[in-house]
């Protein structure tokens, strides 16, 4: 079975520009995590599918930042424009909708974002 | 709010050692807990998690960990490490309400010394 698969692994981009992350989960997997970490900081919940829909988006750091899961497939998170402080690794996770299984997230090895 | 502290950044230990990790927890009732493990160039591996039960979880790899809700603490240990165990590892606390996100430590990076 593959595992979360994520694109770019790592991309340097310049303060202003637009970079779009992917995430592709675990075949199956309805829940679909985004999480954050800054440098020497902890890795920090940003938002969570459902299938295509939006069940929580508190971590979202501001309205540069844009989610989407269309088909309740991949996800892809947009950062426009990108800011310095962006910069981090950004993790992606799935699980599966059933109640015993939904803590047990399954993460993609990350994509390391430069803003320079 | 959740939080969770992992009080060492950076643990050395000879191979063969035994080794603890420490991980406490601030929240109002005991939330779902976990050790993840995140090697250099992989995403982070679920290692043991405990939601109820008894307090001593046995993980992957030969890992621990004990639930000690007196102390608020969810320590990872392991008998004799190996050099494959060289790896960041990370606490993490899970809302039993609802909420399904993860609320992580800062991490601690373990190197092991031959």
């Known amino acids: 079975e593959a595992g979360v698969t994520q694109f770019p692994s790592h991309s340097v981009i310049e303060k202003g520009q637009t970079v779009t992350l992917r995430c592709d989960p675990i075949s199956g997997h309805d829940n679909l995590y985004w999480y954050r970490r800054v440098m020497g900081k902890e890795i920090k919940f940003l938002l969570h599918?459902?299938?295509?829909?939006?069940?929580?988006e508190s971590g979202m750091p501001n309205n540069r930042f844009l989610a989407e899961r269309t088909g309740g497939t991949y996800s892809t998170l947009k950062v426009q424009p990108a800011e310095l402080e962006d910069s981090g690794v950004y993790f992606c996770?799935?699980?599966?909708?059933?109640?015993?299984?939904?803590?047990?997230?399954?993460f993609g090895p990350g994509t390391r974002l430069t803003v320079t | 709010a959740q939080s969770v502290t992992q009080p060492d950044i950076h643990i050395t230990v000879s191979e063969g050692a035994s080794l603890e990790l420490r991980c406490n927890y601030s929240?109002?009732?005991?939330?779902?807990l976990f050790w993840y493990v995140q090697s250099p160039g992989q995403g982070l591996q679920l290692l043991l998690k405990y939601f109820s039960g008894d307090t001593l979880v046995q993980g992957i790899k030969g890992f621990e960990a004990e639930f000690k809700r007196s102390q608020s603490s969810f320590n990872l240990r392991k008998p004799s490490v190996h050099w494959s165990d060289a790896a960041e590892y990370f606490c993490a606390v899970g809302d039993r309400q609802g909420a399904q996100k993860l609320v992580f430590g800062q991490g601690t990076r373990l190197t092991i010394n031959p």
């Open positions: 996770a799935s699980s599966q909708l059933r109640p015993d299984s939904l803590y047990e997230q399954y």
């Open positions: 929240y109002g009732a005991t939330p779902y």
């Open positions: 599918f459902v299938k295509e829909s939006k069940q929580d």
